[in-house]
């Protein structure tokens, strides 16, 4: 395993293995930190807030996910995070422009490969 894919990018929540806290386009959310997710849960689910398991996942994990053809909804934080390892590793990800995405109304910068590459 390289050094890289034990780097923690953010942190996700589920309530159940199958049922992970996505965004309404049904791509897992990935926050900055903890207390961030917390704040979206509470968005998204606030009728089960406190039922949620908040777990920190790492670039190889998500990278993992990507390949198999898994999308992922980052926020600014976390995106900041996995962009420069997502470079390094030669996947072919964008460059997030959070400004032009809030104008859109979006919060997130969404990643998810055309094709499963496995």
Not at 25 to 32: N, R
Not at 39 to 61: L, S
Request: net charge positive; hydrophobic share 35%; charged share 25%.
């Amino acid at each position: 395993m390289r050094n890289c894919d034990t780097k923690v990018i953010g942190y996700f929540a589920y309530l159940t293995k199958m049922q992970v806290v996505c965004t309404e386009g049904k791509a897992c959310l990935i926050a900055g930190s903890e207390c961030t997710i917390k704040e979206y849960i509470n968005e998204i689910n606030p009728d089960h807030a406190n039922e949620h398991t908040i777990k920190k996942t790492r670039f190889g994990e998500i990278k993992q996910g990507l390949l198999l053809g898994a999308a992922y909804a980052f926020d600014k934080e976390s995106y900041g995070r996995f962009y420069p390892l997502a470079q390094k590793e030669g996947l072919n990800v964008q460059e997030a422009n959070f400004d032009y995405q809030k104008k859109k109304g979006n919060r997130f910068f969404l990643v998810q490969f055309k094709e499963k590459t496995l």
